[in-house]
């Protein structure tokens, strides 16, 4: 092989491991000292990610005596599974694979318009629900990671692009501060443009892209949607009045700022309060154009050095949240962003923390038992 191979994956006919090594029951094998995996065909479609994952130094999380065995053998600690860092396989990954969350319409088999609960792709459970962890998530960005071009004042601009009508759509713009941009290398040019102006109709930014269309598999057939779905990080200034989407330089669509930005005010206080099941946030907003506002929702459990995003174009001034789908910690934050469809506002609480008991069962097996892991004890609270 030549050496710029960096990952080989293999699939293998169904029962291959059982009929030909004696491995009854084994979907996919990957080798702690090549970037080599071998998959059996399997209806998981998971599979071959999760043993491409092990290549990457992660660890089973269906098992903890596997866990266990695998931890430090691929090289290093396992990073995945151990979020209170206590060399052992965190209680609510197993079997099922450590818990995460994402929004709904990220996932549209799950039909669903509200934050979901997902598991790991590194455990063995449903696979409608096999998704990737923050964490697991992380460390692959560490290990892909090139240099970024990071800026502080961007706005995430994204979209719909219907390849047959020419039907061109632009979602609501978020302002956001300290992120990666997307830029021209990132992209494939093509014939269409997206340009930022300022207030003196100079562009402020632009890049050029080439919408892909989307295939749906069907009845096992695959369907042309000549649909197109795309989402930029975008450099931006205060002054930003325009942003527009281009096809060889006729203008699709189109939208302008309004004078005033929305002025947001989360009411409910929830500086060192203690959440363990839901908790309610709430908030107020006005506008002085009345344009109509959205809202993201975003939670941090690191005192806002990172955010994970719960709602996005929610039209709605309060927010339900289920605790139980959260990592304990006492520096969480939450932050609204209201957005006018270019202008956006925000504002953040103060920290407030998330305990999660997990139930075990007891060595006698006569009766549950409360798991209280090292976080919580790291509280300082007493917990009965």
Not at 13 to 24: A, S, V
Not at 228 to 246: H, P, Q, W
Not at 318 to 341: E, H, M, P, R
Not at 357 to 373: Q, V
């Amino acid at each position: 092989m030549s050496g710029d191979i960096k990952r080989v994956v293999g699939i293998l006919p169904k029962d291959w491991f059982e009929d030909f090594i004696g491995l009854p029951g084994t979907r996919g094998l990957a080798f702690d000292s090549l970037p080599g995996v071998l998959v059996e065909e399997s209806t998981v479609r998971y599979v071959a990610a999760h043993e491409v994952g092990h290549t990457f130094g992660f660890c089973e999380e269906y098992d903890s005596t596997a866990w266990n065995k695998q931890d430090g053998f691929f090289g290093g600690r396992c990073p995945n599974g151990d979020i209170n860092d206590d060399d052992i396989l965190d209680a609510n990954c197993e079997p099922q694979g450590c818990p995460g969350f994402t929004i709904g319409k990220l996932v549209p088999w799950t039909n669903s318009n509200e934050s979901i609960t997902l598991n790991n792709f590194m455990g063995n459970g449903d696979e409608s629900k096999a998704w990737i962890s923050n964490e697991s998530y992380i460390h692959l960005l560490n290990k892909f990671k090139t240099d970024l071009t990071i800026a502080e004042n961007t706005v995430l601009v994204s979209g719909f692009i219907n390849l047959s009508t020419n039907e061109t759509k632009l979602d609501n713009v978020y302002t956001l501060t300290q992120r990666t941009l997307t830029t021209q290398d990132n992209l494939e040019s093509g014939n269409h443009t997206i340009e930022l102006r300022d207030n003196n109709n100079n562009i402020i930014s632009n890049l050029s892209f080439k919408p892909m269309s989307l295939t749906n598999f069907f009845n096992g057939s695959l369907i042309d949607t000549n649909s197109s779905y795309f989402l930029f990080v975008m450099n931006s200034t205060s002054n930003l009045s325009k942003i527009t989407i281009k096809e060889k330089n006729i203008t699709r669509v189109e939208k302008n700022s309004t004078p005033n930005t929305p002025i947001i005010n989360i009411t409910t206080q929830l500086q060192n309060q203690i959440f363990d099941k839901s908790f309610t946030v709430t908030w107020n907003s006005f506008d002085l154009d009345n344009d109509t506002i959205q809202y993201a929702i975003l939670i941090s459990s690191d005192n806002g050095a990172t955010f994970s995003t719960l709602e996005i174009d929610y039209p709605n001034t309060s927010l339900t949240i289920n605790s139980t789908n959260f990592i304990n910690s006492n520096q969480y934050k939450i932050k609204i962003l209201a957005t006018d469809g270019i202008n956006t506002g925000n504002d953040t609480t103060e920290t407030f923390i998330i305990i999660v008991f997990y139930f075990e069962k007891s060595s006698d097996n006569s009766n549950d038992e409360i798991s209280i892991n090292q976080d919580l004890i790291d509280f300082g609270g007493v917990f009965l």
